[in-house]
């Protein structure tokens, strides 16, 4: 290590450690537990809460899906899929970028449009709360 890092660390309490370390662990468990998903071949998407379209995911293409604000353009792309055009405000569905793996989802509430990839996670845990 730097001197300067050793120099830090050293000044540290125990609880200054933990505090700094405790995150750090977490996050990485997550990441660790969100690799270990398996990769899914397709993706199911819902509109107003009707199941409207079932997307290949090995067939990179655009769809395009009606909800109560008007259309939501999603994109298939090396086996990923993600929302790249929505109606909504504060775009959060666009920001929320790819997936591909069992058990995660992308969500446009205001559009009311909800693309999953089915099947179970390997993480019990939601990066969302409530």
Excluded: K
């Amino acid at each position: 290590m730097h001197s300067w890092i050793h120099s830090i660390w050293d000044r540290l309490t125990p609880a200054d450690r933990i505090v700094i370390l405790l995150p750090l662990a977490l996050g990485l468990f997550f990441v660790l537990q969100d690799l270990r998903a398996p990769r899914s071949d397709r993706a199911r998407v819902t509109a107003e809460g009707q199941a409207e379209l079932l997307i290949d995911l090995s067939v990179d293409s655009s769809y395009r899906v009606s909800g109560p604000l008007g259309m939501t353009e999603l994109r298939v792309a090396d086996g990923r899929v993600s929302i790249v055009a929505s109606p909504c405000r504060q775009q959060l569905c666009v920001a929320a970028g790819e997936i591909w793996r069992q058990g995660q989802l992308l969500v446009c509430a205001p559009n009311r449009i909800l693309v999953r990839i089915p099947g179970s996670s390997a993480n019990p845990y939601d990066g969302v709360t409530e």
